[in-house]
Structures are given as structure tokens and as C-alpha cells.
């Protein structure tokens, strides 16, 4: 089975520049990641490398809090992407959050969820398909990039609701200065939640005619990225996008990709298969990833791949592999077992 690990991962244009001017040079960070010194001109990287990069500038920035904070404020707009672009220049900050979560189905590892209800706004960091989860910095970054693309946008010093990290984040007190709110870690999400009045800001940084230039061309290439996908590829990419967060049901996908029960029943009955083999497929491939990882105790993974009690969990991997996830990962490693 090939490792999701291998996919390749586009690396953020201002990453690089970025470190420099926080006094970090790259080829320090390669080296420290113990990869090669020319992975800096790669533009893409495998999903470990892609970690690995992130874990290394976080061990060099020092503090964990200060190296997001500090990162997260140098990067220059003029080096975004083509994907980040469109969302700084967007209307408002509802707009370009919405186009935020859109985009980012482009750029794996980690992906995007956000929900409106009761005067808040939750965007929630998942780590989607690829496996393992991602060094906390890089959740770090990736929710104060979303702060900072409304401060910029807005040009006004907003604050947060809430920001909760699923790890230890360094110096709260630098995090709480920098979000401005409280800061809670050793949860299970890594998530920001705004006031929903907030996304109602006009951008001072609105540009109608960039963005019918940029939109057409990223919803397009979207488009075919995700129809590249058969229809059980694309209800197994939902299905593990939800799985930390519950089991989902039919319904819930079906809605994801904007068709019926019946229609997502069909299109599958179509492809040979169902929903309940293409939900136990992906429980059964991130359940063999997840226990490939000695960090993670069993009772995590159970509830990464959706279970509810460890006893269930246990269970579903005997009848799958013939052995117990304690024995399975005892062969594993000791070289026993091939993935």
C-alpha cells in the first residue's frame, strides 16, 4: 500500500523569505530536518518532508508560540499564491474565508472546516486523509494566518473568540496577546472562532477586477482536481476528513458533494461498491497508518478512525487483519509486516 505520506505537497512561496527576515536561514532549516540543502528550491515535497520542514523551523524560531506569531506576520503579500491572493483581495473577510476553505482542497496536508451558528464562526483545522497529524506549529500558523488575513484584509486589529490547540503551544501569553483571548490546549481540535459580525468587514484590499481574473482560473483548476477523483474516491476523502470529529453517516456526505442519497447511492451501485465497504476501507487504511505511529496510544486511534469505545475498534481490526492492533503493531515494528 503506498503511504500517503509520499503525496506531494505544495510548499507556501513566502515561506523561505519569510524565515529570513525572523534571522532563520533555510539552509538551516533543511539540515535540521536532515534532508538535502536543495529541498529549499523544490516547489513541492513529499507530505514527511513537508512536516519535517515545519518541525525544524519550529525547533530553530525557539519558542513555539513566538515562532508562529512572529511567522505568521512576515509573510509578505506579495508573495501569495495565486490561491491566497484571491482571498486577500476578496469583498469581505466572509468571502475570503469561504475562499480560503474552497482553495485549500488545492493544497493538502491539512484542510479547512467552517461553520456559522450563534453569533460565532468555528474554522477547524483537520488534517484530512494524509495520515498523521501535522506538527502543532504548523496548526499554529495555519489559524493565525486566518486571523491575519482578516487584520490585513479589514485593516482592523481584530481579535479572536477562542483559538484551541490540540498540543501545547509554548508560551500562552504570547498566543493570548497575539490572538487576543484566552488560549486552550490539550483539547481534541485545533480550531479559531471569530464573532460572525466580524465577517461582515469590507476588505480595504477588495479588488473586483484581480479577482475575476484569479477566480475563474482556481475554480476551474478545482474542479478538475476533485472530478479527477471517481465518486467513491471523493466520498472516501469526506469520510476521512471526518472521522477524528464521529463517524459520519450518508447523509452527511451526500450533502458534501451536493447531490442526493440517492443520487450519491446510485453513482456508487454504478462503481460496485457502497458506502457502509468505502467507510471501512478508510478505517481499515488510516487504522494500519495510524498504528504505524508508537506515539499514538490505541485509544487515540480508535477515536481517530471513529470509534466510539476501544472495544469496537478492537473488534473491527481483528476481523480485518486476523490479529489484535497490539499485535499488529508489535509485528509492524519489529519488521514483521510490510505497508
Not at 473577510?93 to 476553505?101: C, E, F, I, N, S
Not at 479547512?112 to 502543532?136: A, K
Not at 493565525?144 to 509554548?170: D, I
Request: with cysteine; proline share 5%.
Amino acid at each position: 500500500m503506498k503511504s500517503r505520506s509520499s503525496q506531494r505537497v505544495k510548499m507556501p512561496p513566502g515561506f523561505w523569505t519569510g524565515i529570513s527576515r525572523l534571522g532563520i536561514a533555510a539552509r538551516d532549516v533543511a539540515r535540521q530536518a536532515q534532508l538535502p540543502v536543495t529541498i529549499t528550491t523544490e516547489a513541492t515535497v513529499t507530505t514527511a518532508q513537508y512536516f519535517a520542514i515545519w518541525q525544524a523551523y519550529s525547533e530553530l524560531a525557539g519558542d513555539l508560540a513566538s515562532g508562529i506569531t512572529r511567522l505568521a506576520a512576515a509573510f509578505d503579500t506579495a508573495q501569495y499564491p495565486p490561491a491566497v491572493l484571491a482571498t486577500y483581495h476578496a469583498r469581505d473577510y466572509r468571502d475570503a474565508l469561504h475562499r480560503m476553505v474552497r482553495y485549500k482542497q488545492m493544497c493538502p496536508p491539512e484542510s479547512l472546516r467552517m461553520t456559522e451558528e450563534n453569533g460565532q464562526c468555528t474554522i477547524e483545522l483537520e488534517w484530512g486523509p494524509t495520515g498523521l497529524p501535522g506538527p502543532p506549529v504548523l496548526a499554529g500558523i495555519t489559524l493565525a494566518f486566518l486571523l491575519e488575513l482578516g487584520r490585513k484584509g479589514t485593516g482592523q486589529p481584530l481579535k479572536a473568540q477562542a483559538a484551541e490547540f490540540v498540543h501545547s503551544m509554548g508560551d500562552e501569553q504570547v498566543l493570548e496577546a497575539y490572538f487576543g483571548c484566552a488560549i486552550q490546549t490539550g483539547g481534541k481540535y485545533n480550531r479559531l472562532t471569530l464573532l460572525q459580525s466580524h465577517l461582515d468587514l469590507p476588505f480595504v484590499s477588495y479588488n473586483k477586477e484581480l479577482l475575476e481574473i484569479l477566480a475563474p482560473a482556481l475554480d476551474r483548476s478545482l474542479d478538475e482536481q476533485l472530478g479527477s477523483f471517481s465518486v467513491s474516491g471523493r466520498v472516501k476523502v469526506i469520510i476521512a476528513h471526518c472521522l477524528a470529529g464521529g463517524c459520519p453517516d450518508l447523509q452527511t456526505v451526500a450533502k458534501e458533494l451536493t447531490m442526493s442519497v440517492r443520487t450519491l447511492q446510485r453513482r456508487l451501485t454504478d462503481e460496485k461498491t457502497t458506502f457502509k465497504q468505502l467507510l471501512t476501507q478508510v478505517r481499515h487504511e488510516q487504522a494500519r497508518e495510524y498504528l504505524a505511529n508508537p506515539s499514538l496510544d490505541l485509544k487515540e486511534v480508535a477515536f481517530l478512525t471513529g470509534y466510539e469505545d476501544q472495544n469496537s475498534f478492537f473488534r473491527a481490526f481483528r476481523h480485518w487483519e486476523g490479529v489484535t492492533p497490539s499485535q499488529w503493531r508489535a509485528e509492524r515494528l519489529n519488521g514483521h509486516l510490510n505497508i
